[in-house]
């Protein structure tokens, strides 16, 4: 018994002694701070920054993805839970500064064992080039103090050689709960508005985990993020987990909305196929009797099963063009991860990793543009 105490306590001290901080050994996992620069730091949730993706958060007030006069109501606790994190929003700026920071406080962040920080409360930076592309530049993570302890985020997240006025978007955690974000800048640099989208209206999503981006390693690599950095469009992103089911007063919410395309693919989170058929024609029939000519595409679930479920996303399709609607599209869940890729493409077979999500952004981008096509 004493030697094997010993050995714990020796095995203890040896590891106390030996231990390495990973940051120390490798520079890519350090965090830059702040330091003594001379830096202005400004409110990036209010202009000139474009905060983009959240329609009706009221000037000044908090992060959140549904209307007011939603929160709180019954039936709906899933959703008004998720709807303070803040997946599809970004801030959108131009400056001249050469070096650019961030400081952030969440209110909280989800610790999922399935989920990277990284993406469900970090920040994704990125350059928008003129082209209408983006190059990425910077993840910016949450470590554990930011998340269980309140701390603020605070990091250099980019340098630059001159003054030259480039555009940025910073896309928010997918899982995160914003609190206060401010873009540090040079006391000497401007900030201005953001340039328009190429697509002049937003794309509007509605569904489940996935939709919100599980289990995305950053905020940009979530298919939806994906869609609109391609196509150059305003996202609004009302993906809930294991919470949005078809309700009618989503619907109403969203048919409320102006937008260029509309996404829904719900499946996951209907609790059976019963409440499936029950809800998705009629969720679909509200959108529709606000916007007659929208383009609306109609994903069912990513999986290799073949049920009753794809086939109810599949009639209400068809549905509508026996009706004469010429402006839907439906895609087949199953279509997204094919062949070997199966096997790589989720972290437990249901929720995608961002190679399943890179496969999803490939097969649905070319339908989304040709659904853009018609809506000119």
């Known amino acids: ?32 701070t702040v330091g003594n620069a001379p830096v202005k730091f400004l409110n990036a949730l209010e202009e000139p920054f474009a905060l983009e993706g959240l329609p009706w958060r009221e000037p000044g007030g908090p992060i959140f993805r549904i209307p007011k006069e939603l929160r709180g109501v019954k039936g709906l606790g899933g959703v008004n839970y998720h709807g303070k994190q803040s997946s599809g929003a970004v801030v959108r700026f131009k400056t001249n500064s050469k070096n650019i920071y961030i400081r952030s406080m969440l209110k909280d962040g989800l610790e999922m064992p399935h989920m990277p920080k990284t993406g469900s409360s970090g920040f994704d930076f990125f350059m928008e080039l003129p082209d209408g592309k983006d190059s990425h530049l910077k993840v910016v993570r949450a470590t554990i103090d930011n998340v269980n302890r309140k701390t603020p985020v605070d990091q250099k997240i980019a340098s630059f050689p001159d003054k030259s006025m480039r555009d940025f978007a910073l896309w928010l955690p997918l899982y995160g709960s914003v609190e206060t974000l401010e873009i540090g800048i040079d006391k000497d640099a401007k900030v201005l508005p953001p340039r328009p989208h190429k697509i002049e209206k937003p794309i509007v999503f509605y569904g489940s985990s996935i939709t919100q981006g599980a289990c995305a390693s950053r905020t940009g690599n979530a298919y939806t993020t994906m869609l609109c950095r391609a196509v150059d469009a305003e996202q609004i992103n009302l993906g809930f987990s294991g919470s949005a089911k078809g309700e009618p007063s989503m619907a109403k919410a969203i048919a409320s909305l102006d937008m260029s395309v509309f996404v829904y693919d719900y499946d996951f989170n209907a609790p059976d196929a019963k409440h499936l058929a029950k809800t998705h024609e009629p969720f679909f029939l509200e959108i529709r009797k606000a916007h007659p000519n929208l383009p609306v595409i109609m994903l069912s679930r990513c999986s290799h099963r073949q049920d009753s479920r794809r086939d109810i996303v599949k009639r209400t399709y068809e549905n509508a063009l026996k009706r004469g609607d010429k402006n839907v599209y439906f895609i087949d869940g199953m279509e997204f991860f094919g062949g070997e890729e199966d096997v790589y493409a989720t972290v437990d077979n ?10 999803m952004f490939k097969r649905i981008l070319p339908v989304l543009k040709k659904a853009l096509e018609t809506n000119k």
């Not at 094997?4 to 996992?29: H, P, Q, R, Y």
């Not at 249901?350 to 496969?359: A, C, E, M, Q, S």
């Open 1 to 32: 018994m004493k030697r094997l105490a010993f050995i714990l306590l020796f095995g203890f001290v040896t590891c106390s002694i030996f231990a390495v901080n990973i940051e120390d050994t490798d520079k890519n996992f350090r965090i830059e």
């Open 350 to 359: 249901t929720h995608p990793n961002d190679l399943g999500f890179y496969l």
